[in-house]
T-cell receptor, first 117, second 111 residues
Framework: DGGITQSPKYLFRKEGQNVTLSCEQN?????MYWYRQDPGQGLRLIYY???????QKGDIAEGYSVSREKKESFPLTVTSAQKNPTAFYLC????????????????FGPGTRLTVL | QKEVEQNSGPLSVPEGAIASLNCTYS??????FFWYRQYSGKSPELIMS??SNGDKEDGRFTAQLNKASQYVSLLIRDSQPSDSATYLC???WGYGNKLVFGAGTILRVKS
């Protein structure tokens, strides 16, 4: 089955600890995204990548890092510099339309719920 | 500042009624508009996309776009209790591939 997988489903972090969230897709999508969702709020973009070995900061990149070594994978590391990391983390992917941004339909994985102990 | 505004609700409608969800956006250069449905504790699911002014229908869902007024809406006909969820409006930012999401409208369909 084609889709986006995220692991783990739940993650607990201690203060001062770095943790890495996994995101894998087998949809052959070029672009991948990481969002954060806090209760009662919309999604906020952390990082995105349109091509292997390249990625750009989103609106709230501080305290996070990513890599894109393979087209299928876009892991997110939540570092100890992120002061309030408790949130629902969502990975998405889409085909890449360069011309006008039309048809940029993003599809989401099931998410990882991160809690700081 | 790119913004997408939605009424947080909750919007309560009786079963079988039409639910109307609204969204306004600030970026006049936006080209693509999306509605996602999100059940409690789950990830968003894409239900409609619209790119041109006017209406687009898909089953019980109709998306309406008015670029001059910077307004996009979602109509759900014959609402069912299973439609109870948070509906997120998303707008692409200018000509890039990034999306800006509204905070969502909670819909409750009462049987």
């Amino acid at each position: 089955d084609g889709g986006i997988t995220q692991s783990p489903k739940y993650l607990f972090r201690k203060e001062g600890q770095n943790v890495t969230l996994s995101c894998e897709q087998n949809l052959n999508h070029d672009a991948m995204y990481w969002y954060r969702q806090d209760p009662g709020q919309g999604l906020r973009l952390i990082y995105y990548s349109q091509i292997v070995n390249d990625f750009q900061k989103g609106d709230i990149a501080e305290g996070y890092s990513v890599s894109r070594e393979k087209k299928e994978s876009f892991p997110l590391t939540v570092t100890s510099a992120q002061k309030n990391p408790t949130a629902f983390y969502l990975c998405a992917s889409s085909i890449l339309i360069w011309t006008s941004g039309r048809h940029n339909e993003q599809f989401f994985g099931p998410g990882t719920r991160l809690t700081v102990l | 500042q790119k913004e997408v505004e939605q009424n947080s609700g909750p919007l309560s409608v009786p079963e079988g009624a039409i639910a109307s969800l609204n969204c306004t956006y600030s970026d006049r250069g936006s080209q693509s508009f999306f509605w996602y449905r999100q059940y409690s504790g789950k990830s968003p699911e894409l239900i409609m996309s619209i790119y041109s002014n006017g209406d687009k229908e898909d089953g019980r869902f109709t998306a309406q776009l008015n670029k001059a007024s910077q307004y996009v809406s979602l109509l759900i006909r014959d609402s069912q209790p299973s439609d109870s969820a948070t509906y997120l409006c998303a707008v692409n930012w200018g000509y890039g591939n990034k999306l800006v999401f509204g905070a969502g409208t909670i819909l409750r369909v009462k049987s």
